[in-house]
């Protein structure tokens, strides 16, 4: 079980029509996949956030430390690599790849072994992870394009959803009723400014939002203004989610110890993978947090966030958890979510049942991802 190779693959997928969110929209998905394999010939599988070609650059060093190790032993691995090379930082490219190992690593580490990866991070504590869907995307023409997305939810059944606002407090205000009105009072509506925002301008948007019943405010201010965070939760009548762009368990402390957020959402693919994901789902619990994976890349990661949902512990809840911690499902269009695996996670009623097969559940289909590699 000791680490034979690792190869990264440079997705990108173009999109039709560009969608997004307050500071840009996106008119290609892209992302890393990691293929890790064993000396025993068995792969793994991950997803590492970011630029490919940035990824890239870091491949070589990373082999260097790894190839050779066994592979239950690499968070050791990736603990050395970040203690000795503390100049690089957390805030980037050597930390989405770390992350992208890592899940690569429980994958095969789990088809070695014939365990499923929750398993292997905990134990399975829930047989189904409950979901919210996310969409509502800004567009080139949004006031054409969001409320034939909301319908979509609705037609749907979706519970939960969220939806991209941080264009101006009356544009969000206008949104979210819209959205309001099509999903009617019992559907949970989380929105997103992603980072769009200072502290007044937060106020403002929240202030108009809050009669609308919103479930959270997500990124109401850039990641760095962790003071901003800490005021504007003291304040707000509505609950503050954040953490897509925070690296590692410290970065995520440094907002709990001032009490910035209620809601933690690191990515698997780029805070550290299951290594450091564990670690700051420790916090959450110790500091009696809720928390919510941010997926927005493949099924890849959206199979390692299901099973890390699936093998939390309901502290400080028992049988009756009155909220569920929920998986992001995004509803954009894109070819590197589902086309990539032989047998895409699909929610069912507001749930994606967790994988009991072993590593992280999913098979690639590789041809397919023949088709997305970027040249």
């Known amino acids: 079980m000791r680490i034979r190779d690792i190869a990264f693959i440079p997705l990108q997928a173009p999109l039709a029509s560009a969608y997004g969110m307050s500071k840009s929209l996106a008119t290609a998905r892209a992302t890393t996949l990691v293929r890790l394999t064993l000396s025993n010939g068995v792969e793994g599988v991950g997803e590492a956030w970011g630029p490919p070609q940035a990824n890239l650059a870091f491949l070589p060093m990373l082999k260097d430390y790894l190839v050779g190790r066994h592979v239950l032993d690499v968070e050791h691995v990736f603990a050395l690599m970040f203690a000795r090379h503390y100049h690089f930082g957390a805030q980037g490219p050597f930390t989405w790849c770390v992350s992208g190992i890592d899940i690569a690593a429980k994958d095969a580490a789990g088809k070695a072994l014939d365990l499923p990866v929750h398993r292997l991070i905990g134990g399975r504590q829930a047989d189904k992870v409950a979901i919210y869907a996310s969409g509502g995307y800004l567009t080139n023409d949004s006031a054409r394009d969001f409320a034939p997305q909301i319908e979509a939810m609705a037609a749907a059944g979706h519970r939960a959803v969220k939806i991209k606002i941080g264009v101006s407090p009356a544009s969000d205000e206008q949104r979210v009723a819209t959205a309001r009105g099509i999903l009617g009072p019992d559907v949970d509506i989380m929105v997103d400014v992603n980072a769009n925002y200072t502290l007044d301008t937060a106020r403002a948007s929240i202030a108009a939002l809050a009669a609308h019943g919103v479930a959270w405010i997500e990124e109401p201010l850039a990641p760095q203004d962790l003071h901003g965070y800490a005021e504007l939760r003291r304040w707000s009548p509505v609950p503050i989610a954040t953490g ?67 093998a939390l512990p309901l502290s400080p809840h028992a049988a ?56």
């Open 320 to 375: 009756q958890a009155p909220r569920p911690t929920l998986v992001e499902y995004d509803l954009g269009l894109n070819p590197l979510r589902d086309s990539i695996l032989k047998n895409p996670l699909t929610p069912r009623g507001g749930f994606i049942a967790t994988p009991d097969a072993p590593g992280l559940g999913v098979e690639v289909d590789w041809e397919a991802v023949e088709r997305h590699v970027q040249r």
């Open 244 to 310: 897509e762009a925070l690296y590692t368990v410290f970065d995520f402390k440094r907002l709990v110890e001032r009490r910035g957020a209620d809601v933690l959402q690191p990515d698997l693919s780029l805070c550290g993978g299951f290594w450091q994901g564990r670690q700051i789902a420790q916090l959450a619990m110790v500091e009696h947090l809720r928390l919510s994976p941010h997926v927005w890349g493949t099924g890849v990661g959206l199979a390692a966030a299901t099973h890390f949902v699936a």
